[in-house]
Antibody, heavy 116, light 107 residues
Framework: EVQLAESGGVLVQPGSSLKLSCVAS????????MHWFRQAPKKGLEWIGM????????YFADSVKGRFTISRDNSKNALFLEMNSLRSEDTAMYYC?????????WGQGTLVTVSS | DIVMTQSPTSMSISVGDRVTMNCKAS??????VDWYQQKTGQSPKLLIY???NRYTGVLDRFTGSGSGTDFTFTISNVQAEDLAVYYC?????????FGSGTKLEIK
């Protein structure tokens, strides 16, 4: 059974940094591109970035480009989202997913709150 | 970036009704549109992929159609458990972008 488990979400102050993790199981992690999405409270879904299966390429939404980085450790079936210079508008539930362009498995998400 | 304009924003319908919602892409995205259902407090769930393909286990009450810039999602014989927000998403090019969602409310 495919499982994705995000963690690391906490309350942080504006300007802080935070690193989220996503641990995957039930599929060949190293064969799949991985993506991060987020959803601000009572708002819609937003794709924020992805990493190729081998870590060779990344793409990001303009809203996070230059502040967020995505990495992975295929030996540990783990995906990471490193977030710097956090802003109040980064407050959201963050989800990881697998796949190229269609996302059939989502984790339960981890909540990041940016507030002073 | 490709803008996905989704309509309507919300719909109030009765059990047994048929509902249709639409997404219009700001440029040609081929068939690279998926539809997701999100119930309150839950993660999104894939219903339709590549515009018209029903995902495994999805009931045939849910259908999608369209290509290019105009896409439609239909729920036939709506049930109370269909209460949710429905989103379209284009995956033709990065950044992937979503419509603003259609909230389905049951009368």
């Amino acid at each position: 059974e495919v499982q994705l488990a995000e963690s690391g979400g906490v309350l942080v102050q504006p300007g802080s940094s935070l690193k989220l993790s996503c641990v995957a199981s039930g599929f060949a992690f190293s064969n799949y591109n991985m993506h991060w999405f987020r959803q601000a409270p009572k708002k819609g879904l937003e794709w924020i970035g992805m990493i190729y299966y081998d870590g060779s390429h990344n793409y990001f939404a303009d809203s996070v480009k230059g502040r967020f980085t995505i990495s992975r450790d295929n030996s540990k079936n783990a995906l990471f989202l490193e977030m710097n210079s956090l802003r109040s508008e980064d407050t959201a539930m963050y989800y990881c997913t697998k796949g190229t362009s269609t996302f059939d498995y989502w984790g339960q998400g981890t909540l990041v709150t940016v507030s002073s | 970036d490709i803008v996905m304009t989704q309509s309507p924003t919300s719909m109030s319908i009765s059990v047994g009704d048929r509902v249709t919602m639409n997404c219009k892409a700001s440029q040609n995205v081929g068939s690279n549109v998926d539809w997701y259902q999100q119930k309150t407090g839950q993660s999104p769930k894939l219903l339709i992929y590549k515009a018209s393909n029903r995902y495994t286990g999805v009931l045939d009450r849910f259908t999608g159609s369209g290509s290019g810039t105009d896409f439609t999602f239909t729920i036939s014989n709506v049930q109370a458990e269909d209460l949710a927000v429905y989103y379209c998403m284009q995956s033709d090019s990065y950044p992937f972008t979503f419509g603003s969602g259609t909230k389905l409310e049951i009368k």
